[in-house]
């Protein structure tokens, strides 16, 4: 008789194997689809979150400032004359005009009484001193964009303030010998690269053709950084350096006064 001995378990182990690679690459690939669902399911939450726009009010801070002025003329031609003659002192012999009349202005300050202070020494050298203030209301808009657009038109904004106060430190420190109109220049290199980057968030979160008002601010902060940036090829000296600082100032305070007014009626 012949026996013939047939692998019966071989074949039933091998079977198995297969059927257990075929289980977890089908599982494999489901988990594979599973992560990539959640990941496109995040991705799209997180776009959402980006482009949801919403209202929101917003108020921009106005303006008070109290100029110090060395006399006040009939005419614009009388004023720049007697401005000049100050200039060399570290005033900044600004042109302002105020009822009719035009005056040289020498300097700005945050607090009244600090500027009738320096009306006073000036008067005390025989010069015709007086103290005028400046002011212009904050604006209150709503604007209709993500959050990501109305946080940086927000930091621009406050960008500007900034300088301003910046600059009329800078004056003080340059008065008082307490900073070298090197080190000066350095500062002003500063302010403009913060007004530069403002301005570059702005972009990046809003684009080219953002809002009207959104586009103005753009355009103020192009501005200040012109001005400011001026500032770092200034003359050596401390006075003189004062003076441009102090005329620089006072030019971003009118200048964001003009950016206010221009939206307030809108």
Do not use: W
Not at 113 to 142: H, K, M, N, P
């Amino acid at each position: 008789m012949i026996r013939t001995s047939v692998p019966r378990e071989r074949a039933h182990t091998l079977t198995v194997l297969i059927a257990f690679a075929i289980t977890f690459l089908v599982l494999l690939g489901m988990l594979v689809s599973v992560c990539r669902a959640k990941a496109r399911e995040a991705e799209l939450e997180a776009a959402a979150r980006v482009s949801v726009r919403l209202t929101r009010s917003l108020t921009l801070s106005g303006g008070d400032s109290h100029l110090v002025y060395t006399g006040a003329y009939a005419t614009m031609a009388d004023a720049r004359l007697g401005a000049s003659r100050y200039a060399n002192r570290g005033a900044a012999g600004y042109l302002y005009e105020s009822d009719g009349a035009f005056l040289a202005v020498g300097s700005a300050y945050a607090d009244a009484s600090d500027a009738r202070a320096a009306a006073a020494r000036l008067r005390e050298q025989g010069i015709d001193a007086g103290v005028v203030s400046a002011r212009f209301s904050g604006l209150s808009v709503t604007m209709t964009a993500t959050d990501a657009q109305i946080d940086a038109f927000e930091r621009g904004y406050r960008a500007l303030t900034a300088c301003e106060d910046a600059l009329t430190d800078l004056a003080e420190r340059l008065d008082a010998d307490a900073l070298t109109p090197a080190n000066a220049k350095n500062e002003c290199a500063l302010a403009a690269y913060e007004l530069k980057t403002a301005r570059d968030d702005l972009t990046k979160a809003v684009g080219d053709h953002g809002e009207r008002l959104t586009r103005g601010l753009s355009d103020r902060l192009d501005a200040a950084r012109k001005t400011v940036s001026a500032l770092t090829g200034g003359p050596a000296d401390a006075r003189y350096f004062a003076s441009a600082v102090r005329t620089a100032r006072l030019e971003l305070f009118f200048a964001r006064e003009a950016f206010l007014s221009n939206f307030s009626g809108g």
